[in-house]
């Protein structure tokens, strides 16, 4: 068989494949030209999901009537000239073959006018060389139309989806690059219908717009910057996790990538804050030296290459795990709609009424040492406050069924769920004195014995050590029973069987040596759940207060370790609103 050269159309339409998946695919590429030409405002039409018709007007630069032949062919852009631009790009487009690809097997139409021409000009490509070039009528800036995708191949053609998926891909490729450009207004027509429309504005305003108010009264926001790194956007509060991974945005210099080192990277710092089944929502932004990524992985530009993989990784999940560190968190007004909200009265001898703060705040001194009494719930006491000291958490003024701790602080209402926050608490401690391999053992007044299955009590006796090395001190005294005489100092309680229990399940499970290296963090907060104050433990107001100050002194107190939040903030406002006040 003779090897032969092949035409440049057939050339372009073998690229398509590479380029050009769906229309979602060719929306991409204009829009990232729009934005690459200095656009400020952007204008989107489709028409049956952009399989009849993709228009995408923009008012940047602009390109010269002699260049419009050039803009089709293929490899040609004014974006590189040399190895060494390639090496560095900046742009989102750059290989200069987009749109001659999307030419080969479209009727495309291409119309723009510069700043410093009287008019514009217009060029037409159907599936093969294009017209020559005519005037036309046509502000500063350039308007792209792609008909009838794939109309010249019938086989690619069938492989496209009904309408409405075809739209919803579109969509989806408009919000998310409209969600990395908020300087840029954008808007999108869907046959003869605005189905989206973002002015220009700050970018918590434009990720609402996208992500949803929920997103946006919960998010963190994230800054860090570092030898020539900047991460910064929105990650999403761990209590308001999804049933996918549909509003996880990554992008670096600009551009939307998948990848999957970003995708490890920002997964870890969500691991022990949000349950297993459940992905975070974010926003995130990394800013690089062009020279220290590689964009040129594959024709659709989503996928990226690093060159120094590792230093990147680390600095994004402390740069995360810093950000959700941080306390903070707005309840939603709709989540205590007015119209079914029955206000508590206590029953005469309930604790129910707000007494006032300040009656409290000398009684956070007599918060008493565990080693001194073992019902003691904290620590050692913390300082008192002064007078007009402030805290975030407040202080607290009853105890609400034996399961929540309301307070009063600056801002209003605080609503903490004490056992979820203890466990939090004792959680982060175990990591550190685990870590410092400093887990001591206290010795129980009485050793608590307690029935146990022959599986179980092998397991007591095969990993005495180990177990041990923990804090619990557990040992067989017949086939059938076992004795607790001690327990890790953070979590001894009335729970000790209990606790007990599930290590030596967990070992059944999966083997001591996993327990202790790769499911540590289970292993831990197994323990601070059991160790944590259970429902219906009576606290005195003091030891609610050193619950409160413990939570602001810990990290990532605004959930559990099982993803639940510890508390929530209602503002003056939002009890204002929920009893009409001023209507």
Known sequence: MTIRLLPDTL???????????????????????????????????LVEGGIKLIRVTDDGSGIARD??????????????????DLERVATLGFRGEALASIASVARVTLCSRTATTPHGATIQAEGGPP???????????????????????????????????????????????????????MSLRHNGRVTAHFPRGEALTRATAILGETFAQGCRPVDESIA????????????????????????????????????HATRDPYTDVMHGDRFPAFAL????????????????????????????????????????????RQAPPSALPANTFTPYRPMQGELGVVQPVAAYTAMISAIRDRSENATALLGTPRPQPTENATRPLGYAIAQLHGIYVPAQNEVGLVQVDMHAAHER????????????????AQSLLIPITFTADLLEVAAAEEHRAALASIGLEIAPVSPTTLVVRGAPALVIDDDVPA??????????????????????????STMACHGAVRANRQLSIAEMNALLREMEETERAGNCNHGRPTWYQMSMADLDRLFMRGR
């Open 228 to 263: 020539g790194l900047r991460l910064y956007g929105f990650a999403g509060d761990p209590a308001v996790g999804r049933g996918n991974r549909d509003h996880q945005f990554a992008y670096v210099n600009g551009r939307f990538v998948r990848d999957k080192l970003l995708a």
């Open 285 to 328: 932004f990394l800013d690089i030296d062009p020279s220290a990524v590689d964009v040129n992985v594959h024709p659709a530009k989503t996928e990226v290459r690093f060159r120094d993989s590792r230093a990147v990784h680390q600095f994004i999940v402390r740069a995360l795990s810093k950000a959700l560190a941080v306390t903070g």
């Open 131 to 185: 017209t020559a070039v005519e005037p036309a009528a046509h502000g500063q800036g350039t308007t792209i139309d792609v008909a009838d995708l794939y109309f010249n191949t019938p086989a690619r053609r069938k492989f496209l989806r009904m309408e409405a998926t075809e739209y919803a891909h579109c969509a989806e490729t408009f919000h998310r690059i409209a969600l990395a450009r908020h300087d840029v207004a």
């Open 11 to 45: 050339i372009s339409q073998i690229a398509v494949g590479e380029v050009v998946e769906r229309p979602a695919s060719v929306l991409k590429e204009l829009l990232e030209n729009a934005l690459d030409a200095g656009a400020q405002s952007i204008s989107v039409t």
């Open 499 to 524: 606790l007990a229990r599930a290590l030596l399940q967990d070992i059944r499970d999966y083997g001591i040596s996993q327990v202790l290296s790769q499911r540590q963090d289970e292993l831990l």
């Open 67 to 84: 260049e419009l032949a050039l803009a089709l062919a293929r490899h040609a852009t004014r974006k590189i000239a040399s190895l060494a």
């Open 425 to 440: 608490i004792l959680y982060e401690k175990l990591k550190t004195t685990l870590a410092q391999q400093k887990v001591t």
